[in-house]
C-alpha cells in the first residue's frame, strides 16, 4: 500500500483565520514532506521532516507552521494566509531521508485564501 | 547553478509512441524520477533511474545517460488517459529533489 492520505480536499480561508492541513501514511515512512504547487508550476518544497525531526525549512513564511505529532502524521498549521498562498498543498512521504527514496504523493489540498 | 530542462507541450496520436526528454545539471546526482499528474491530482510515481540504462515497466521505459545528464520517458500504444502533466526531478547530492517545470502531454483522437 502507497497511499498518503490528507484532509481537506479543499479549503477557503479569509486572510485572519486559522486552519490546519492534515496528512497522514500508514507506510513506516520516516520522512515526511510539505510541498506548495501552483497551477502550470512543479512542486515546491516547504519543509521536510525526518524521524520527527524538522530537517529542512525552505525560508518558508512564518504564517506555515508544520508540526509532526508522531511519525505518520504531519499537519500544516496555516495563519494570517495573504491570497497568493492560495494552491495546491502536497504532502508526501518516503523510507528515509538517507537516500534517493522513492516519494509517494497524497491527493492534496486545494487551498483558498479569500 | 541547478537546471533541468524539458519541453513544455507534446502532442501524440493515440496508439503511437512518444519520448519526452530531460536534460538536467545539477550539483551531484543520486537518481532520477518521473512523476505523471494529472490537472489537479497529486504527482503519482511512475520510474527512477540511478544507473545508466533502460528500465522498462509495462507501457513505460525511462532511460538515463549520467554521462551526458540526459533521461527519457518512453510512453507505448498511448491511451487517452495518459493525456497528463510529466514530471522528471533529479535527486542531488544533498538527496533533495530538484523538480523539472513538467511536459503537458496532450493525446489526440
Known amino acids: 500500500d502507497t497511499e498518503v492520505t490528507q484532509t481537506p480536499k479543499h479549503l477557503v480561508m479569509g486572510m485572519t483565520n486559522k486552519k490546519s492541513l492534515k496528512c497522514e501514511q500508514h507506510m513506516g515512512h520516516r520522512a515526511m514532506y510539505w510541498y506548495k504547487q501552483k497551477a502550470k508550476k512543479p512542486p515546491e518544497l516547504m519543509f521536510v521532516?525526518?524521524?520527527?525531526?524538522?530537517?529542512i525549512n525552505e525560508s518558508v513564511p512564518s504564517r506555515f507552521s508544520p508540526e509532526c505529532p508522531n511519525s505518520s502524521l504531519l499537519n500544516l498549521h496555516l495563519h494570517a494566509l495573504q491570497p497568493e498562498d492560495s494552491a495546491l498543498y502536497l504532502c508526501?512521504?518516503?523510507?528515509?531521508?538517507?537516500?534517493?527514496?522513492?516519494?509517494?504523493f497524497g491527493p492534496g489540498t486545494r487551498l483558498t485564501v479569500l | 547553478g541547478q537546471n533541468i530542462d524539458q519541453p513544455t507541450e507534446m502532442t501524440a496520436t493515440e496508439g503511437a509512441i512518444v519520448q519526452i526528454n530531460c536534460t538536467y545539471q545539477?550539483?551531484?546526482?543520486?537518481?532520477l524520477f518521473w512523476y505523471q499528474q494529472h490537472a489537479g491530482e497529486a504527482p503519482t510515481f511512475l520510474s527512477y533511474n540511478v544507473l545508466d540504462g533502460l528500465e522498462e515497466k509495462g507501457r513505460f521505459s525511462s532511460f538515463l545517460s549520467r554521462s551526458k545528464g540526459y533521461s527519457y520517458l518512453l510512453l507505448k500504444e498511448l491511451q487517452m488517459k495518459d493525456s497528463a502533466s510529466y514530471l522528471c526531478a533529479v535527486s542531488d547530492s544533498n538527496y533533495q529533489l530538484i523538480w523539472g517545470a513538467g511536459t503537458k502531454l496532450i493525446i489526440k483522437p
Open positions: 545539477t550539483s551531484g546526482f543520486n537518481g
Open positions: 521532516y525526518s524521524y520527527e525531526k524538522l530537517s
Open positions: 508526501a512521504s518516503s523510507q528515509d531521508r538517507g537516500g534517493a527514496d522513492t516519494q509517494y
